[in-house]
Each structure stands twice: as C-alpha cells, then as structure tokens.
C-alpha cells in the first residue's frame, strides 16, 4: 500500500488528504492547528499535531519514510521552504511542496522539492480551457497545452472520409478513435453499426451522424475545430 503524508491541513491539504485515503491510501495528515488535526482524524490512517520544521518530530513519525510527502501549506512559505530543507536532508524519498508563483517554485526546487504544485494555477488554466472551448467535452489533459477531447461529430463531417476531411493538415489535430453508437434513434440520430468503437481508423473510414471523435491537439488547434451551431 502507497504511504503518503500531507503537510498542512487547509482547503487544498485536507482535500487531498481525504482523497487519497479514499483511495486506499495510508495517509499520515500533519498540521499545527489541532482543531484541523482533529477534523480529519477519523478520516485518514493517522493524524497529527505538529511543527514541520521540527526535524525530531517529523523523524519521531518517520515522516521521510513515507512514499511521497506533500508540503501543502497554504500560509507562510518560509515554513514550506524550512519543512522542505528539513525532509531533504533526511533523506525524503519523493517530495511535492506547494507554490505560489514561478520564484517560490524555483526556490523549492534548489532546495530539494522533487515535484511542484501549484492548485490555484490549475485551476485557473483548467477553467480557461474549459471556458474558451465549451463545445468540446475535455476527455484528458496531457500536459500544459495539449489535450485529448471528445467532440460530437459537426455535420459538415458526416459522410466524409478521413482523407478527404484531412483533419491533421487542415485543422491540425489528429483522430485517435471513433466512439460509434450502434442504435439508430431517429433522422440525423446514430445509425446501427456493429463496432461501437473504431480504435484504428483508416484513410477510408467514413465519418457518420452520432459519431463521437476522439482528438489530439493543442488546446487552440482544439477550439478551432467547426461546431454545429445548434450543439
């Protein structure tokens, strides 16, 4: 079972904390606020009261042990910096401190955070994304501007092949599956097709009405791609 120990006990630790125990993880939760500590504590493997710059207690713990520990706190980065400092020099295994902008990040980094994490950032680039192509129902983000979609398939599509459509040079974007419904539902609707979906389709496969597409591509390539006015 993965070990994991968060660091600061805030909307963002207590969060994740929660969640990778629900997940099955072993969670030790650390905070210095007591009334935090006991919040969580039915919730998580242990939970405890605690300065994370005391490297006695965090030893005491055998915090640096754990697989991967995460300096969450919210409020004061001299106390993610020092707790930082604190778990490298003992040998922490995998460190994730949180930040707050490119310098706090860069300081983490020269001193032993393995991993950065920033939750309002990621948030905000999130919500961009998702505001700027409403019409694209997000599937999976790959990295800071490349995402994989799902889109319904735009009329202007239907009936056409995928080499006359030619969707990497006109639109830059590339088909990675088809997800092809197999019951007719009417005029316009998903028509019946035994595969329900098409993981290799070729120069010659057809783009039908109901058809979902699954598409690679930055996330401007992606906004750019045509949308049925009545989606």
Not at 96 to 116: F, N, T, Y
Not at 131 to 141: A, G, T, V
Not at 192 to 197: I, K, L, R, S
């Amino acid at each position: 079972m993965d070990r994991f120990a968060v660091i600061g006990l805030g909307q963002f630790g207590g969060h994740l904390a929660r969640s990778l125990a629900s997940a099955g993880a072993d969670v030790i939760a650390i905070d210095r606020d007591q009334e935090l500590v006991e919040q969580i504590r039915d919730e998580v493997a242990m939970a405890v009261r605690m300065d994370s710059t005391d490297e006695q207690a965090l030893k005491s713990h055998a915090v640096h042990e754990c697989d991967t520990v995460i300096v969450g706190i919210g409020v004061g980065f001299e106390s993610t910096a020092l707790t930082v400092a604190v778990l490298k020099q003992l040998g922490a295994k995998h460190i994730v401190a949180r930040s707050h902008s490119p310098v706090q990040a860069k300081i983490l980094q020269s001193i032993g955070a393995h991993d950065i994490v920033n939750p309002e950032g990621e948030a905000a680039f999130r919500w961009s994304n998702r505001l700027m192509i409403p019409h694209l129902k997000r599937y999976l983000e790959l990295g800071a501007d490349v995402s994989m979609v799902q889109l319904p398939a735009p009329r202007g599509f239907h009936n056409k092949s995928l080499e006359q459509l030619r969707l990497r040079r006109e639109f830059d974007v590339n088909l990675v599956a088809i997800k092809r419904p197999q019951e007719k539902q009417g005029e316009d609707q998903p028509v019946p097709h035994a595969a329900p979906m098409i993981t290799t389709p070729s120069a010659e496969t057809e783009i039908l009405p109901g058809d979902i597409l699954i598409l690679v591509g930055t996330n401007d390539a992606l906004a750019g791609l045509p949308r049925d006015d009545t989606d």
